[in-house]
């Protein structure tokens, strides 16, 4: 069964960092590429990262672009999303999705509060 | 960055069809394949339907999707309670090199 586990969400204060990770199973994770995909309070799924599954390519949505770095280590089955300079706005729930986004995990919640 | 066009909104009788759409572009929906999910509150989003009209491993026949040029549907047949939820639809757009979801369409189920 494919399983997919966020971690590393919390409580910052604005231009704080959070590094979220997602480990993965039940699938050969080194031949997927993987995204983070994210819910603010009230509003739609917003996709803000993509991978590749030799980590060849990395894409980013323009509002995290430059902030946010997305990695993974085939070698753990995780993947991993670094967040600097955190806004309030990156206030969301954030989920990892697999390729298509065919597989998600339950999300972990980043809460940007001053 | 440019998203896809749900209508944010529906409502239909329990045992009807309800059919949601989603408009994009000759970058996205145009030539590449839509997925469709649905998010219930406290879930994480489910694959319904990929590449256009393939339903994952468990998922009823009830729900088939469809593209036409541009936009693609999602069709739910016979209407249950549990269907009322958030749906989303979300391609790749090969100009923006990213993955562009729809607002969302909220169905409820009366």
């Known amino acids: 069964e494919v399983q997919l586990v966020e971690s590393g969400g919390g409580l910052v204060q604005p231009g704080g960092s959070l590094r979220l990770s997602c480990a993965a199973s039940?699938?050969?994770?080194?031949?997927?590429?993987m995204n983070w995909v994210r819910q603010a309070p009230g509003k739609g799924l917003e996709w803000i990262s993509y991978?590749?599954?030799?980590?060849?390519?990395?894409y980013y949505a323009d509002s995290v672009k430059g902030r946010f770095t997305i990695s993974r280590d085939n070698a753990k089955n995780s993947v991993y999303l670094q967040m600097n300079s955190l806004r309030a706005e990156d206030t969301a729930v954030y989920f990892c999705?697999?390729?298509?986004?065919?597989?998600w995990g339950q999300g972990t919640l980043v809460t940007v509060f001053s | 960055q440019a998203g896809l066009t749900q209508p944010p909104s529906m409502s239909k009788g329990l045992r009807q069809t309800a059919t949601l759409t989603c408009t994009g572009n000759s970058n996205n929906i145009g030539v590449q394949g839509t997925s469709w999910l649905q998010h219930r509150q406290g879930h994480p989003p489910k694959l319904l339907s990929y590449t256009n009209n393939n339903r994952p491993s468990g998922i009823s026949e009830r729900f088939s999707a469809s593209r036409s040029g541009n936009t693609a549907s999602l069709t739910i047949a016979g209407l249950q309670p549990d269907d009322e939820a958030d749906y989303y639809c979300s391609s790749w757009d090969t100009s923006l090199t990213a993955r562009v979801f729809g607002g969302g369409t909220k169905l409820t189920v009366l």
């Open positions: 991978i590749t599954s030799s980590s060849s390519a990395t």
């Open positions: 999705a697999r390729a298509d986004v065919d597989h």
């Open positions: 039940g699938f050969n994770f080194g031949i997927y590429s």
